[in-house]
Structure formats: structure tokens, C-alpha cells
């Protein structure tokens, strides 16, 4: 008799005790907002030549692309926080670099107007987002295959880029 009253008074008190987590946790949230997320994506232009190319959003959530066209990063991030976009890898042959609002803050509204552009490294033609592009994928002449200053090299801005051996 006595076990069982000890008993009933235990689950009384387990009772109260979720009774009352749950009431200040209720209290605790009610003065703040509910948490927003928005997405964030753009429009992905130039070429791919068949390949992939993979952005990241704040050094985290990779998105694979194999078409150009609009893209949306699959993860969101919280509003009123900042983002980055970046490239990290390229396709083949092909240089890919964000052109317009890399980075930026979210406010409460999704971002829709990034502009990533990808082109072909080694046709000569030097865009923003290449170091260099001397016409050519030869690795050990200043620029090498993925349009990149190699070292011990110093490279113009012209197109085709001009490198010399410093
Ligand atoms: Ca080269």
C-alpha cells in the first residue's frame, strides 16, 4: 500500500514537471518570430560542353549543374543572413565563375538574380572570371589547362593572354 501511494505520487510529480517544461517553453517562444528560410538560385549562362559544373552555397551546399539555364540551391538559408556562391568545380575544359551577386544578404526575400557564366578555357578569349586564357590547354607555358596563372609566371589582361617567365 505504501509502494503504491510512493508510486502515484511519482507519476504526479513526472506529470507536473512536463506540465511545466512544456508551459515555459511555450512561454519562451512566444515573443519570437517563426524562422523564414529563403532560397537562393540564379541563371547559369555560356556552356558546359557536356559536363558539370558544381556550386557551392556559404562553403557548404553543393548543387551539381549539367544545363544551363535558372538554378535553385536545394538547401535554404534563414533570412536576414548573409550568402556566398561559389564555384568549386569545373567541367572540363570549361571555366565557370559567378558574375553577378556572388555574395549578398537574404533580407526576406528569395534570391533569383544571381548570374554564373561558364566558358571555354583556352580559346583565347580572356573573360573576368579567368586569370588567364593564352588559346591553348598546354600546361607549363604561364596559363594553364583550367585558365589559371601558374606559378613563376606573369600574365597580361590581353586575349589571347600574353605570359612570361618571371
Ligand atoms: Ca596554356
Redesign the pocket.
Given at each position: 500500500m505504501g509502494c503504491q501511494f510512493l508510486e502515484k505520487e511519482n507519476n504526479e510529480d513526472d506529470q507536473n514537471s512536463i506540465l511545466t517544461l512544456v508551459a515555459a517553453a511555450t512561454q519562451n517562444n512566444l515573443p519570437q518570430e517563426p524562422e523564414t528560410y529563403q532560397s537562393v538560385g540564379g541563371n547559369l549562362t555560356g556552356q558546359l560542353n557536356g559536363g558539370t559544373v558544381v556550386f557551392q552555397l556559404n562553403g557548404t551546399n553543393n548543387l551539381s549543374i549539367s544545363a544551363v539555364g535558372t538554378f535553385v540551391f536545394t538547401s535554404k538559408i534563414k533570412s536576414n543572413s548573409n550568402y556566398t556562391v561559389s564555384v568549386f568545380t569545373n567541367p572540363n575544359g570549361i571555366t565557370c565563375g559567378i558574375t553577378n551577386k556572388a555574395t549578398g544578404n537574404i533580407s526576406t526575400t528569395d534570391i533569383t538574380d544571381i548570374i554564373a557564366d561558364c566558358t571555354i578555357c583556352g580559346n583565347g578569349v580572356k573573360l573576368s572570371y579567368e586569370a588567364c586564357d593564352?588559346g591553348?590547354?598546354?600546361?607549363g607555358?604561364?596559363?594553364?589547362?583550367s585558365c589559371r596563372i601558374e606559378s613563376g609566371y606573369s600574365c597580361n589582361n590581353s586575349s589571347p593572354t600574353v605570359c612570361v617567365s618571371i
Open positions: 593564352d591553348n590547354l598546354t600546361n607555358d604561364g596559363c594553364n589547362n
